[in-house]
């Protein structure tokens, strides 16, 4: 069943948390008809959720369940879309370099996280990776 096979990840501005932290996915009514593991949530620093949910031209519409079947354009053609794709490009190049893989390795390193060991190996693994 597609239901279980389906993931999606939320992008959220970072704050503190706590057990009475108000998260997205658990008041967007169509994430009860899917598993507990098939919806995260990615927190960014809130200067770079900014640029990124507010700024940043769009590449892709929004694509909201209520959205799934509608036959709706696709993202602009215009300077703007075309520099944000430029931007995205030299972001994914950045990313797949060995400098860029060090670099998310290093800030890697100093999160809570660290201590789980599963962290720890995605470190080792991005530090070790040849150029993609």
């Given at each position: 069943?597609?239901?279980?096979?389906?993931?999606?990840?939320?992008?959220?501005?970072?704050?503190?948390?706590?057990?009475?932290?108000?998260?997205?996915?658990?008041?967007?009514?169509?994430?009860?008809?899917?598993?507990?593991?098939?919806?995260?949530?990615?927190?960014?620093?809130?200067?770079?959720?900014?640029?990124?949910?507010?700024?940043?031209?769009?590449?892709?519409?929004?694509?909201?369940?209520?959205?799934?079947?509608?036959?709706?354009?696709?993202?602009?053609?215009?300077?703007?879309?075309?520099?944000?794709?430029?931007?995205?490009?030299?972001?994914?190049?950045?990313?797949?370099?060995?400098?860029?893989?060090?670099?998310?390795?290093?800030?890697?390193?100093?999160?809570?996280?660290?201590?789980?060991?599963?962290l720890r190996t995605?470190?080792?693994?991005?530090?070790?990776?040849?150029?993609?």
């Amino acid at each position: 069943m597609i239901r279980t096979k389906v993931r999606f990840v939320g992008v959220t501005s970072r704050e503190k948390t706590s057990p009475k932290t108000w998260r997205w996915h658990q008041h967007a009514g169509w994430t009860d008809a899917l598993p507990a593991d098939a919806v995260v949530n990615v927190s960014l620093d809130p200067y770079a959720w900014s640029y990124f949910g507010d700024y940043q031209t769009k590449l892709h519409r929004s694509f909201r369940p209520k959205d799934w079947t509608a036959d709706i354009d696709g993202p602009g053609r215009d300077e703007k879309t075309r520099a944000a794709l430029a931007q995205a490009v030299g972001i994914v190049r950045y990313g797949r370099s060995k400098e860029g893989r060090q670099a998310l390795a290093r800030a890697m390193t100093s999160e809570p996280a660290i201590a789980e060991s599963w962290l720890r190996t995605l470190v080792t693994h991005l530090n070790r990776s040849g150029d993609a």
